[in-house]
């Protein structure tokens, strides 16, 4: 019996046939690829602000009120250093003492109070910290990059009439700290942190009225 092979057009078909799944697949493929690179993106950047706010909600909720000396010994007359261009920030930045830096029996030659702060550079922003409270040296704090790509960093603050401040320039721990973060080309978000304060002025310490030197950082501010 004589076999009969395929005709021009046959081939033809079949490599037109071909060619479109093939395109239809590299089609779908490409777009998987996008959705995934676009998924992962999201993820990270999710996790990034996760990140952010444990470590706000972390450092807020341990907020002391701890006198800070700079270099010359001075005192500083706030618990709580905040406004623009605070600690450099192309913003709004945020400086204080923490209390609950672990430091099992003692092993590490410092306290578990931590000088900490936030600030934006470079659009970043960061976590900076001292491993000393007082500012006794010229050494520089110690930085850590949290988020990228910031276009602005607010904070308010609760007083004890429960009203909201954009400024904090009393000698007190507020009730709550309101953070306000903005990316680009992302909403603004907000989150509300408490703190263990009550809005209200302490009286002054001895050491303030047997050292009235004025005011001090725990942070150099340029």
Request: charged residues 25%; aromatic residues 8%; hydrophobic residues 40%.
């Given at each position: 019996m ?12 079949a ?7 093939v395109?239809?697949?590299?089609q779908i493929?490409?777009?998987t690829?996008?959705?995934k ?27 002391t ?18 406004g ?24 590490l ?39 990228k ?74």
């Amino acid at each position: 019996m004589k076999q009969r092979g395929f005709t021009l057009l046959e081939v033809m078909v079949a490599l037109g046939i071909l060619a479109f799944v093939v395109l239809a697949t590299h089609q779908i493929l490409d777009s998987t690829t996008k959705a995934k690179a676009a998924s992962d993106e999201k993820i990270a950047e999710l996790n990034g602000l996760q990140t952010a706010f444990r470590l706000m909600d972390q450092d807020f909720s341990q907020m002391t009120k701890r006198e800070v000396r700079n270099e010359s010994g001075d005192v500083q007359d706030r618990y709580i250093r905040t406004g623009r261009y605070i600690l450099d920030s192309q913003y709004d930045g945020i400086a204080f003492v923490r209390d609950g830096w672990v430091n099992p029996i003692n092993l590490l030659p410092r306290s578990e109070l931590q000088a900490v702060g936030y600030r934006i550079m470079d659009d970043n922003l960061e976590r900076v910290y001292r491993v000393y409270v007082d500012q006794l040296d010229n050494m520089e704090p110690r930085v850590q990059v949290i988020l990228k790509d910031i276009e602005d960093l607010k904070f308010e603050f609760l007083d004890e009439q429960n009203e909201w401040q954009e400024q904090w320039e009393i000698k007190a721990l507020p009730k709550a700290v309101s953070v306000t973060l903005k990316q680009v080309d992302a909403e603004p978000i907000t989150r509300l942190f408490l703190v263990p304060g009550d809005g209200k002025v302490a009286p002054p310490s001895s050491n303030e009225q047997d050292n009235n030197n004025g005011a001090g950082e725990g942070f150099n501010n340029g």
